[in-house]
């Protein structure tokens, strides 16, 4: 694959996968999840209690995996070519479904180690992972060459 077919493709799947949280079973909880982020975060103040440590800006970095699993439904995306495949890139679909479970893990890291801000770390983690899971729905649509 070219670069800029590349960098095409992986914008318009960034687009759709953006574009997806209109679906209701998708959006719903999306909408519900930072509606409970904002009344929490107003409510506890997390940034600014004495219970913030520096290092609880990393639990940010899994915003970092939505972009790892766009990458990967480009890279293992279903070609237009003349002659289609017969079966499914199994190699893609695993790697969607481990960057989706590895994020979880870190993200039940960080809801453990955020002491004192468990509740603002849920609703953190709990907004990355709907967000990941539209990305990662997008993902595996372009892996399969099935959408919607």
Partial sequence: MHTTHFWGYFFWLLKMSGEIVWLPIIGLPILLTALGFVVVA????????????????LVLTQFLFI???????????????????LKVDQIGNWTNDTLFFLSL???????????????FAFFVVALQQAMLFAAGAVASMSINGSWL
């Avoid at 699993?69 to 890279?75: E, H, S």
């Fill in 42 to 57: 107003a409510w506890k103040r997390p940034v600014g209690s004495a219970s913030w440590k520096k290092s609880y800006w």
């Fill in 105 to 119: 893990a870190l993200g039940l890291f960080w809801i453990y180690r955020m002491k004192g801000l468990r509740l």
């Fill in 67 to 85: 972009p790892a699993v766009v990458a990967v439904g480009v890279l293992y995306g279903w070609d237009n070519d003349p002659i289609p495949r």
